[in-house]
């Protein structure tokens, strides 16, 4: 018996649906302010489906608020695994972390920041993350199915039949393009697969790949005095289940 959950969980929702509320409350505010809405964000676009009646659907504002909720815990746990994970990865093996320093500072060269214009351009460190994604999945086991089977991809991205080496780094084998993330190949399926494939994949990986540009463009590396990389634990847990 869990003592005393209830009460916690019950706090818990509330904090969570005061938040959610003030966020809307902000984004209706500015709506009607007038202020200018060519630049409306993800909260502006679902406003206007509360009151559009030209759309096949009207959303209300308790769906809006599990809509935002979703995102958010979609969005933001596995976000920072793959950029904690692509860290220690790029710790663990300095060669590659050289390689794909000198791409972008080359890329960004004289540049303050690296910015979205250079995204198309950062192959080497998009491997990278493909690779930290075959690795240590955030969704280990993607999301549970009605038929309760579980899809274990974490296993499967370290596959022998599929990947060779499967268990070693090799950002290498991602950069001939051959093996894409969108949920057309079985043996490689970090955002899942099918009509649940995450929504949030092309964001997340723009994201990720912009972090890290700027980390290795702004920074050199390396672990605090006394610490190894035989220190460092690999293991992975169970994600976010
Ligand atoms: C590296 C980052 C991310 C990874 C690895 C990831 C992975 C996944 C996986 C494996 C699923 C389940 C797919 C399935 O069961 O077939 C999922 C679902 C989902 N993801 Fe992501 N995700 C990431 C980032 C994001 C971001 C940034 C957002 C939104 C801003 C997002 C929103 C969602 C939502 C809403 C779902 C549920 C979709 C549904 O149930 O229909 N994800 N994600």
Redesign the pocket.
């Known amino acids: 018996m869990l003592f005393g959950s209830e009460g916690m969980l019950r706090r818990h929702s509330q904090k969570w649906d005061s938040l959610l509320v003030e966020f809307i409350k902000e984004h209706v505010c500015r709506l009607k302010e007038g202020e200018n809405t060519s630049s409306s964000d993800f909260i502006d676009v679902m406003l206007q489906l509360t009151n559009d009646t030209g759309t096949a659907f009207v959303l209300t504002n308790e769906q809006i608020k599990a809509i935002l909720l979703?995102?958010i815990a979609?969005?933001t746990d596995?976000?920072f695994?793959?950029l904690d994970w692509s860290m220690v990865e790029l710790i663990q093996n300095p060669l590659v972390m050289k390689k794909v320093q000198d791409e972008v500072r080359s890329i960004a060269h004289g540049e303050v920041k690296v910015g979205e214009e250079h995204l198309g351009k950062l192959s080497f460190l998009k491997a990278i993350i493909m690779e930290v994604?075959r690795l240590h999945?955030?969704?280990p086991l993607?999301?549970p199915r009605e038929s309760l089977v579980l899809?274990n991809?974490w296993a499967i991205g370290r596959d022998e039949v599929y990947w060779n080496e499967p268990h070693e780094f090799k950002s290498e084998r991602f950069l001939s393009g051959d093996v894409d993330y969108k949920g057309n190949d079985f043996h490689y399926?970090?955002?899942?697969?099918?009509?649940?494939?995450?929504?949030?994949?092309q964001?997340?990986?723009s994201?990720?790949v912009l972090a890290l540009a700027n980390l290795l463009h702004r920074f050199d590396w390396k672990l605090p005095s006394g610490i190894s990389c035989e220190d460092i634990s690999m293991e992975d847990s169970t994600g976010f289940h």
């Open positions: 979703d995102m979609a969005g596995t976000f695994a793959i994604l999945p955030p969704a993607l999301l899809i991809a399926i970090p955002f899942g697969v099918g009509r649940r494939i995450c929504p949030g994949m964001f997340a990986i994201l990720v």
